[in-house]
């Protein structure tokens, strides 16, 4: 069965320090993976996405995430944290289930940037 | 309005109460979603629609009605609820092609059930 898996909870980095956030899936096929960013009260704004081509994709906010199918892995990372970067990040696998398409998500990782 | 909306955006309700949330999404889309956040959990998939057509109910008690009139709308109707249904309700919507995946949210529904 497909899945994410986010091992990091929570992670404190210190303002324009770089940051690495990790994401594992298991999915039998080409994958298609997404990176979410949700700020405290708010909904899912989606970041960057990976279907094929270029393994090191580009998002907003200054973000990139590469896909290594070696390691299963899709690390998002950013060379320079600002304080509002401060939110949690949700890794996810698209998936087909029963004739439509779903989207599997990580538990997510809360990002906390010290001053 | 653009993207996803979500009304009402803070919800307090007692137990015996009845009440519904509401998501309009202005994408163009034919599939919508709603999923229910709660704290120290993973995001839980509640129901799917495509093309108006009820297609997932992930055993979702029957206290939370599901209603999508047409693929802009999207209604959660609410009763009876319980004190751990408490959390925050997110609608997405999406675009169903053969190999597309990313879903667009609402800024959720915060729902508080006292």
């Known amino acids: 069965a497909q899945s994410v898996t986010q091992p990091d909870i929570h992670i404190t980095v210190s303002e324009g320090a770089s940051l690495e956030l990790r994401c594992n899936y298991s999915y039998g096929a080409t994958p298609y993976l997404f990176w979410y960013v949700q700020s405290p009260g708010q909904g899912l704004q989606l970041l960057l996405k990976?279907?094929?081509?270029?393994?090191l994709v580009q998002g907003i906010k200054g973000f990139e995430a590469e896909f290594k199918r070696s390691q299963s892995s899709f690390n998002l990372r950013k060379p320079s944290v600002h304080w509002s970067d401060a939110a949690e990040y949700f890794c996810a696998v698209g998936a087909k289930s029963g004739g439509y398409n779903k989207l599997i998500f990580g538990a997510g990782t809360r990002l906390a940037v010290h001053p | 309005e653009t993207g996803v909306t979500q009304t009402p955006r803070h919800l307090v309700m007692g137990m015996t109460n009845k009440k519904s949330l509401k998501c309009e999404q202005h994408l163009g889309h034919n599939a919508m979603y709603w999923y229910k956040q709660s704290a120290k959990k993973p995001l839980e998939l509640m129901f799917v629609?495509?093309?108006?057509?009820?297609?997932e109910n992930n055993s979702v008690p029957s206290r939370f009605s599901p209603e999508c009139p047409n693929s802009s709308h999207l209604f959660l109707h609410l009763h009876t609820l319980q004190p751990e249904d408490s959390a925050l309700y997110l609608c997405?919507?999406?675009?169903?092609?053969?190999?597309?995946?990313?879903?667009?949210f609402g800024p959720g529904t915060r729902l508080t059930v006292t």
């Open positions: 990976y279907f094929s081509g270029d393994t």
């Open positions: 997405a919507s999406s675009q169903v092609l053969a190999d597309t995946y990313e879903q667009y």
């Open positions: 629609y495509n093309f108006k057509e009820q297609t």
